[in-house]
């Protein structure tokens, strides 16, 4: 019997109730076709915007020019 591979992914997600788009790094199992299979306790109260292959730098997320900019009378 073997085991399943593993692959290192992050996730790109919103949570519940939120609109701040969120990411995490996290090792997932992989199943006999390729695909990462998240578990559920992890998908809980969140809505998945993709999976990446690796470890990722997001740069900038959506939101955040605007939260930064000063807004002058």
Known sequence: MTHPSQRKVTVIYYTEGSLELRHDVKTFEENMNGRVV??????EDKSIIAVCDGE????NKVGERILSVKYTA
Not at 38 to 43: H, L, R, V, Y
Not at 56 to 59: A, C, M, R, T
């Open 38 to 43: 998240i578990p559920n306790d992890f998908k």
């Open 56 to 59: 990722i730098e997001i740069l």
